[in-house]
Structure formats: C-alpha cells, structure tokens
C-alpha cells in the first residue's frame, strides 16, 4: 500500500481545504495510506475527512529566548522567526521526523514547501500544489529568506502541480522550472454537493438572490460586491444577496451594510455546508481580484447555477472566456453592469442556467483522480 503525506497549514473552511479533503478521501478509497499533516487546530473540515486518513496535527516550534515568546505570525499566513531562518532539513525533522512516505506533498505554498522540501527521504515522490496566481498572490516567499530560495525550495521537488493553465503560466513567470509544472484542475466531490445541497436552509427564500461563498478578505473583492450593490438598490432592483463565510474584513463589510441601508445584504457566517445555500441562490457571483482556481464557480456550475464573476486567473479558465458564465470587467462597475443584466433580462438568466448543465460533465472527479495517481 503507497503511502502518501500531504502537508497544509490547516483543515480551516476554504477552497483548497475542501480540496484536501476531497483528494484525501478519492485516494483512501482507492487503497492509498493517507496521512494529513497540519500546522495549526483550525480544523473545521476535519469531521469531513473519510476515517482511515491519519490526521496529524503537529504545532509550530515554540520559540525560548528566557521566557517563552508566542509564535510570531504575518498576516499572510506563517512567518515564524524559527522557521524562516531554519533550514528545511531542520524544518522536515521536525515536523516529519523519521517516519517515511512513498509520496510528499507540499499543498500550499510557504512553510508547507519548505518542510517537504527539506525532506531526507530520497526514495520518496515529492510533490508540490499551486493554488493561486504567483504574480498577484501575496506570501509566496513566506518562511524564506529570499525568492531565490523559495525557486531552490521548489526545484527540489519531482513535479508541481497547478490548479489551471493561468496558474501555471503565472508560477513559471515567477519562479521558473517549467519542465517541472503541470496542470491538474481541482477534484469536485459530486456525491456529496448533491446529497449535502438537499439539506433545507435555516432562511427565508423572498425573492431573487444572489450567492456568493468565500473567506471575507480583501482579494476577494466582497467591498466591490457592497458597491455594486448599493448601486444596484439605488436603481430600484429587489433582491438579496447571501455571503457565506468569514474572515478579516467582516466588520469592515458589515459596518458599509448597515451604514449605506443594504437590508438586502445577509451575512451567513460560517457553514459547513455552503451547498444548500447554492442550490436555493438563483445566481452565483465570484468577485474576486484574483484566483487560482476559486472552486466555488466550479460547484456553483455544477449545481447548475448561472456564474458571474470577475476576469480573473481561473474563473475565466473555468467558464472558457465566459462561454459558460459571464466574465465581466475585474472592478466595482464590471460587476455592476453584469449583475445589472440578469436582474434586467430573464432570458439572461434562463441562457446562463443553460449553459452550466452544459459544463458540469467537466468536473469529473474520475478523469482528475485518475491523473493524480499517475502523478504519484
């Protein structure tokens, strides 16, 4: 039986934490040892991990200088003083230690490269993931000293495995090793949208709403959303707008809501099960300022949603330059003009519903499962 090690700062919700999950359950099931490593107790998909996956959460080193100093953290993810002046031989032996794998994967970028970068396993098959678009996405170099290490970091590894071509254009600018890069697009698990997307909702369906599911962050764009809303309200539409998730800018988003009279706008939190919610929207918009993949436009689709979201790294890739969604200006008034024509136009919205029955044999999950074994 192959063992794999995948390694990620944490099981918290997210696109590609689903996508961890996802991948980890597709290959237990197909006889793999499976073995998750984690940094941090943010583990709110954990429940979702099938059974036989070893989940392994293994804390940041504590730092003694007389007294102990609490890690020290960026903003952007990890930046400890340990692990970024640590080689990563003393990063792997710490964090993975003697125990050996057939497969490595480092499934984000940062300190999870850097730790199986360092690893001292020669007979092992080490992978690396790309999830974003490396000329826009901040935190790349985090936990090393320089880019040049972080590209040497890379360079370690046997294959590294971006989530769409965009990506991996992107990463090749940046880093390079373009003999080493590949593109495989992230893995649906259909089973359990479709089961997961029956369950009933705990609001009040009124009129015609707007979904959108994603941590509450600046690159995703949810400010440029309130705008367009606002504006869209101020021309007398009726409709709702649903955000699903959490995140930094939170308060900052709630406080231009309540100050601007966007009684329209629900804040949902956090949900394990963000489906149901997709299943009763009647539109999915992704507003993002960049992506790598944005796997919420991929299940949207595949609960046969109409899309609209901004040009950006993946979505685009994912609708195939707006065939099978609207792509609209990456800004406040693309977003305006385009959420505008499916409130005007319900031919619009009857075409877009169309056109994502079209895409949703794309994402099949045995074609994507079938490659990443042929990876490792």
């Given at each position: 039986?192959?063992k794999?090690?995948?390694?990620?700062?944490?099981?918290?919700?997210?696109?590609?934490e689903?996508?961890q999950?996802?991948?980890a359950?597709?290959l237990?099931?197909?006889?793999?040892?499976?073995?998750?490593?984690v940094?941090?107790?943010?583990?709110?998909l954990?429940?979702?991990?099938?059974?036989?996956?070893?989940?392994?959460?293994?804390?940041?080193?504590?730092?003694?200088?007389?007294?102990?100093?609490?890690?020290?953290?960026?903003?952007?993810?990890?930046?400890?003083?340990?692990?970024?002046?640590?080689?990563?031989?003393?990063?792997?032996?710490y964090y993975?230690?003697?125990?050996?794998?057939?497969?490595?994967v480092g499934f984000?970028?940062?300190?999870?490269?850097?730790?199986?970068?360092?690893?001292?396993?020669?007979?092992?098959?080490?992978?690396?993931w790309?999830?974003?678009?490396?000329?826009?996405?901040?935190?790349?170099?985090?936990?090393?000293?320089?880019?040049?290490?972080t590209?040497?970091?890379y360079s370690?590894?046997?294959k590294?495995?971006?989530?769409?071509k965009q990506?991996?254009?992107?990463?090749?600018?940046?880093?390079?090793?373009?003999?080493?890069?590949?593109?495989?697009?992230?893995?649906?698990?259909?089973?359990?949208?479709?089961k997961a997307?029956n369950?009933?909702?705990?609001?009040?369906?009124?009129k015609?709403?707007?979904?959108?599911?994603?941590?509450?962050?600046?690159?995703?764009?949810?400010?440029?959303?309130l705008e367009?809303?606002?504006?869209?309200?101020?021309?007398?539409?009726d409709?709702?707008?649903?955000?699903?998730?959490?995140?930094?800018d939170?308060?900052?988003?709630?406080?231009?809501?309540?100050?601007?009279?966007?009684?329209?706008?629900?804040f949902?939190?956090?949900?394990?099960?963000?489906?149901?919610?997709?299943?009763?929207?009647d539109?999915?918009?992704?507003?993002?300022?960049?992506?790598?993949?944005?796997?919420?436009v991929?299940?949207?689709?595949?609960?046969?949603k109409?899309v609209?979201?901004?040009n950006?790294?993946?979505p685009?890739?994912?609708?195939?330059?707006?065939?099978?969604?609207?792509l609209?200006d990456?800004?406040?008034?693309?977003?305006?003009?385009?959420i505008?024509?499916?409130?005007?136009n319900?031919?619009?919205i009857k075409?877009?519903?169309?056109?994502?029955?079209?895409?949703?044999?794309?994402?099949?999950?045995?074609?994507i499962?079938?490659?990443?074994?042929?990876l490792?």
């Amino acid at each position: 039986m192959k063992k794999v090690l995948f390694v990620l700062p944490w099981l918290a919700l997210g696109g590609l934490e689903r996508m961890q999950v996802t991948i980890a359950n597709a290959l237990v099931m197909r006889g793999y040892d499976v073995t998750v490593l984690v940094l941090e107790d943010r583990l709110d998909l954990k429940d979702e991990l099938d059974e036989r996956v070893h989940l392994i959460y293994k804390p940041y080193k504590p730092h003694r200088i007389m007294n102990h100093i609490p890690y020290i953290r960026h903003k952007f993810y990890d930046d400890g003083m340990w692990e970024t002046r640590a080689s990563a031989e003393k990063l792997y032996n710490y964090y993975i230690g003697k125990e050996k794998y057939d497969v490595e994967v480092g499934f984000f970028r940062g300190l999870s490269v850097k730790i199986v970068s360092g690893s001292t396993n020669k007979s092992s098959r080490k992978i690396a993931w790309v999830h974003s678009d490396f000329k826009h996405c901040k935190g790349i170099t985090n936990n090393f000293k320089s880019l040049e290490d972080t590209q040497n970091a890379y360079s370690r590894y046997d294959k590294i495995v971006c989530v769409s071509k965009q990506a991996e254009e992107s990463f090749n600018q940046i880093i390079g090793l373009c003999n080493k890069t590949t593109v495989i697009y992230n893995m649906l698990p259909t089973d359990r949208i479709l089961k997961a997307a029956n369950e009933s909702i705990d609001i009040k369906k009124q009129k015609f709403t707007i979904l959108s599911v994603g941590h509450l962050i600046d690159v995703k764009g949810y400010d440029r959303l309130l705008e367009a809303v606002k504006r869209l309200i101020d021309d007398g539409f009726d409709f709702d707008l649903w955000l699903v998730g959490y995140g930094d800018d939170e308060h900052k988003l709630k406080k231009y809501a309540k100050e601007n009279a966007l009684n329209n706008v629900n804040f949902l939190g956090f949900q394990k099960n963000p489906y149901k919610y997709m299943k009763n929207a009647d539109l999915y918009v992704c507003s993002s300022r960049y992506e790598g993949f944005n796997l919420t436009v991929a299940e949207a689709l595949f609960l046969e949603k109409p899309v609209i979201s901004t040009n950006c790294t993946g979505p685009r890739e994912i609708l195939e330059d707006g065939k099978y969604g609207m792509l609209v200006d990456n800004s406040t008034e693309g977003l305006y003009n385009g959420i505008r024509q499916f409130l005007s136009n319900d031919t619009v919205i009857k075409d877009y519903r169309q056109k994502a029955k079209e895409r949703k044999n794309f994402f099949n999950k045995d074609i994507i499962i079938t490659k990443i074994k042929e990876l490792f």
